[in-house]
């Protein structure tokens, strides 16, 4: 398969052997996939990542003298399964995942790991369990956005806003416009004034306009 995988600070187009997804797993055709600031914060500092990674223990833990295929905001469709697996989906059926892998040695994140390749090639393995079809009626571009829409409302949850609470909010754009779209009106920054709230899918729309799928 095609991808373009990250390596010594630069992206390089490869071919690469198509992923066989194992027991539990899915192995799916990606259709679109977003450049997330993480990915530009990887491929500037990837050795900074790593580092601090290990130290908290998470999980972007990689060979930074291995490729990585990045890439884990996307929508694909369903190629195959492994074994073992209860194929509740047809081949065909557009899906988002989140983006990680749960094996006997530990848990992989999809996009920051030397086996588990992105949405930056042609095809990944996902875990079955996590997969959600994709409706119809939305199209494949903002099912791709799923992930980061996730990212903010998990973080407006947290915060525990109420409609009548204003905020304060900080971090890239990109992260900003994400807690607006799922905060409460009322919580939003402003002049504390009522304001229509605009339909969740017209703001998303003319996001992806003016800034395509790149934060």
Do not use: W
Not at 124 to 151: F, I, K, Q
């Amino acid at each position: 398969m095609r991808a373009v995988a990250m390596l010594d600070h630069k992206l390089h187009l490869r071919e690469l052997p198509v992923p066989v997804p194992g027991p539990g797993e899915v192995l799916v055709k990606t259709l679109a996939c977003g450049i997330c600031g993480s990915d530009l914060h990887a491929l500037r500092h990837t050795e900074k990542l790593v580092e601090s990674a290990r130290r908290a223990g998470g999980a972007f833990v990689m060979d930074t003298k291995r490729d990585v295929v990045m890439g884990h905001e996307f929508c694909a469709e369903i190629a195959d399964y492994g074994p073992g697996t209860p194929k509740r989906f047809a081949p065909g059926t557009r899906v988002c995942a989140m983006p990680i892998l749960v094996q006997a040695t530990g848990v992989s994140t999809v996009g920051y790991s030397n086996d588990a390749p992105g949405g930056y090639g042609e095809y990944m393995r996902l875990m079955e369990p996590l997969l959600l079809p994709v409706p119809a009626s939305l199209s494949t571009d903002h099912a791709a956005l799923t992930e980061p829409m996730a990212v903010g409302l998990h973080a407006v949850k947290k915060a525990k806003l109420e409609r009548d609470r204003r905020a304060a909010h900080g971090g890239r754009p990109p992260d900003r416009r994400r807690r607006l779209l799922a905060a409460p009106p009322r919580a939003r920054p402003g002049d504390g004034r009522r304001r229509r709230r605009r339909p969740r899918e017209e703001l998303t729309l003319r996001d992806m306009e003016r800034h395509g799928r790149v934060e």
